[in-house]
């Protein structure tokens, strides 16, 4: 196959993208622009054409699933070429066999090589080799065979800080709360003691304090948690030249996809790796080195991740060449959207284009102009659900050819999705929820895990606690205790103390038995970790520790449930063994350790599913249903007072729109059940009202899109009383006014000025916070 060919299936700004070689390079990717076909195809050509060797190749994905897909369609783009090289006929007209043989070829030769993964995926490989030469700056070190505990096991031991250790009031000093500071405070860059200097006063000063401990927890059970696996690559290249000039040679070309995502501490990590770290704007020696980013401001969501979309607007500064989009060599656009229909993308450039931190750009239809978009109100929660299912019969009866898979109902919040489920479940409807509770999260699970994780690392006080008397084996509170209390007064690790049989002797009394006889189960396994594959450690381990019969002679239907999760467990890891080279157990642990729900999210099923607007993030559906447009809802209310915050929900709700590839329907009650189960009256969302309103039909009798015209229209009809689209400079607090839905209220607060500007206004004995441009409302003095 020739070059030219490979690049035939091309556009012209993915074909630029693909051939640009060294030097930095920001890719600006629309929603549905095939950017991941850029990625791909940028891979295989550094691989084919510039004969780069995989290996020096590092690309970062947003999700493990997106790597596996880039490494399978890399392996394709290979195996076609090699089939029509050796037996010059295409891939698919091969034999199973031959197709086989080739794509294993590909693997070992090529994808088996790259460097492909999340951030943390990565950066926890790197650790692998390097973390030995780590120390931080209370001289604190780690073991190459560390645990990585994931966010239920941070939040446990950040609970045990404050109420055991420090015995801090929980309702001032909330844990989860303390873990969130302590998250941030790393993702950038602090350290406790850098903390406490940001932040001073008393509260700053227990924060501090609670994360000292818990990194001295952290580094006693020889485990970091996620925040770690980014923040300590970065601080061991900055105190270790070595290390990092190791790092910088092996990677001559770096990608990053979904780069207005990363945070600050991500993007010191590839600034590091790119320029060996120099200050990018002063680095030159791009001689066959690269740094290739894309991403999209306007799809830039994840804020409360600590995501810096202005990273992302910094490139050209930063990395590039600084000049006007129009005359740059180091940005290119992708703005020919392969996914929507043109009315889709028509309204969702129509949306966007009131933010104003962005890049500019419009998303170009290549399909049909497709159907209307409907917009529907409805008078509660319930009648929305009604609906949504309504609407899933009909188009299925219509179209045949969807299954339920084909569906996506997207809300803001998890809590919307309860009436959608009922009626789901009403009319029979399969549906799946993505972004509920992880696989990994489950009880049986992590105690699995958890015997896994002692066997890998005994270091790790916390899996030991939660396993040595799970099933239960006859060693209580008691007993745990006095072993943790001799551990602590004598400063070595829990596992020492159980693994010793005097000790236990000494300090278990009559549990003493049940003791040695868990330490034995665990030392013959660790024995065994170096010899075992991860699937025979897995299957050994559930049956020694008596975990599988102990569910076995529960017999309940929970207990079966539970038997049936443990049976996926090890599918997973028959998964693992076949997708990596590594069948190990600390290999499947790391990788277990950093899955998500979206990684699990399955092609194919035949289920609606149910996903929050930051769950939907990547994903697409021939049909999305957006519910809950509403102010408060969408944009959420903590948001409508921030500008800032605002454009993030524009960006939401353009997140969202952007999944749709067929039909799109959007969604609001007039009034909806709120918290404590009082019902009230909404308010149309403002941005209901920033969409084109010939492209949108609606059920309304008075439609939204419409509805800030038509009060311009009363202006010119009744002079006396004045359309409040035209009075957006004028409100004042004490100002009355008439609403047709909430009747006479009373202007209490002016948020924001200008296009920006919100009223907060007391109805009776509810305030509501509005938007005057788009209100059905007039002011009355």
């Given amino acids: 196959m020739q070059t030219t060919d490979f690049l035939s299936q091309l ?82 007209a091969l034999s199973a066999e031959e197709q086989t043989r080739l794509r294993s070829q590909v693997y070992k030769n090529i994808t088996k090589h790259l460097w492909m993964g999340t951030f943390h995926s990565l950066c926890a490989r790197i650790l692998r080799f390097d973390i030995n030469k780590y120390q931080d700056e209370k001289k604190r070190r780690w073991d190459k065979n560390f645990s990585i505990f994931d966010e239920s096991d941070a939040q446990s031991l950040v609970k045990q800080i404050v109420t055991k250790q420090l015995n801090l009031d929980d309702k001032k000093f909330e844990p989860r709360s303390m873990r969130y500071a302590i998250s941030n405070a790393k993702n950038q860059g602090m350290s406790p003691q850098e903390f406490q200097k940001a932040q001073p006063d008393y509260r700053g000063r227990v924060i501090a304090e609670v994360y000292g401990i818990y990194q001295d927890n952290l580094a006693a059970n020889n485990a970091l948690d996620f925040d770690d696996l980014i923040r300590i690559p970065v601080e061991l290249f900055r105190q270790n030249e070595q290390v990092l000039a190791y790092w910088h040679q092996s990677f001559n070309h770096i990608l990053v996809d979904e780069y207005q995502d990363t945070n600050r501490t991500q993007y010191n990590f590839i600034r590091y790796l790119a320029t060996n770290g120099e200050e990018p704007r002063y680095f030159n020696n791009w001689e066959n080195r690269s740094v290739f980013v894309v991403g999209d401001v306007d799809q830039s969501i994840y804020s409360f991740r600590m995501a810096d979309y202005t990273i992302l607007l910094d490139f050209q500064n930063d990395f590039g060449d600084g000049l006007p989009d129009e005359d740059t060599r180091t940005m290119i656009k992708l703005e020919e959207n392969y996914r929507s229909r043109e009315n889709i993308l028509e309204v ?275 049909v999305v249903f957006m519910v809950g447009l509403e102010q408060g809802l969408l944009p959420h209310f903590r948001s409508i007072d921030d500008p800032l915050s605002l454009e993030e929900e524009r960006r939401l709700c353009y997140v969202g729109i952007t999944r749709a590839q067929e039909q799109l329907f959007l969604s609001y009650a007039t009034e909806r059940r709120q918290f404590w189960g009082a019902r009230d009256a909404t308010i149309p969302s403002q941005f209901l009202g920033e969409l084109p309103g010939d492209l949108v039909n609606t059920n309304a009798m008075k439609k939204v899109i419409y509805r800030s015209k038509r009060q311009s229209q009363k202006t010119k009809n009744n002079p006396v009383k004045k359309s409040v689209s035209n009075q957006t400079e004028n409100w004042q607090v004490g100002d009355k006014v008439m609403h047709e839905n909430f009747g006479v209220g009373l202007v209490t607060n002016v948020l924001g000025e200008g296009r920006k500007m919100s009223l907060g206004i007391k109805f009776g004995k509810s305030k509501k916070i509005i938007d005057p441009k788009t209100a059905p409302m007039e002011k009355l003095n």
């Fill in 11 to 92: 556009n012209l700004s993915q074909r630029q993208a693909v051939q640009h070689f060294c030097g930095p390079m920001l890719v600006v990717a629309g929603a549905g622009s095939g950017k991941t076909r850029a990625l791909t195809y940028r891979v295989a050509h550094l691989i084919r054409h510039h004969r780069v060797h995989p290996e020096n190749i590092l690309a970062v994905t947003f999700t493990n699933k997106a790597a596996r897909e880039m490494k399978d369609r890399i392996e394709r783009l290979f195996a076609q070429q090699q089939a029509e090289a050796k037996y010059g006929k295409p891939f698919s």
């Fill in 348 to 622: 969702a450039n129509k949306l966007i284009e009131n933010n104003t931190q962005r890049i500019d750009k419009i998303l170009k239809p290549t399909r049909g102009l497709g159907e209307e978009i409907y917009c529907y109100e409805a008078e509660s929660e319930r009648e929305e659900a009604e609906f949504i299912c309504s609407k899933i019969e009909e188009i299925t009866d219509q179209n045949p050819e969807l299954d339920l898979g084909s569906f996506a109902v997207l809300y803001r919040t998890n809590s919307q999705s309860r009436p959608i489920e009922e009626k789901l479940i009403h009319y029979d409807i399969k549906y799946v929820i993505i972004g509920g509770l992880r696989f990994y999260d489950r009880k049986e699970i992590k105690d699995a895990l958890a015997y896994l994780r002692v066997i890998a690392n005994p270091a790790d006080t916390v899996s030991l606690i939660r396993i040595i008397n799970t099933p239960r084996r006859g060693i209580g509170k008691t007993t745990i205790d006095s072993l943790l209390n001799a551990s602590s007064q004598m400063a070595i690790p829990l596992w020492e103390i159980i693994n010793d049989p005097t000790s236990v002797n000494a300090l278990a009394g009559r549990s003493s038995k049940a003791v040695n006889k868990f330490a034995e189960i665990i030392q013959h396994w660790q024995d065994e970790v170096e010899n075992l594959t991860a699937m025979e450690i897995v299957e050994g381990i559930l049956e020694d520790s008596g975990y599988i019969q102990d569910l076995k002679k529960q017999g309940t239907e929970d207990a079966d449930n539970r038997l049936a999760n443990l049976g996926e467990l090890c599918s997973a890891v028959a998964q693992f063994q076949e997708d990596n080279e590594d069948t190990t157990l600390g290999g499947f642990l790391a990788n277990a350790s950093l899955a998500s729900d979206l990684d699990n999210l399955q092609d194919g099923q035949e289920a609606v599913s149910l996903m929050t607007l930051h769950s939907a993030k990547g994903l697409e559906f021939p």
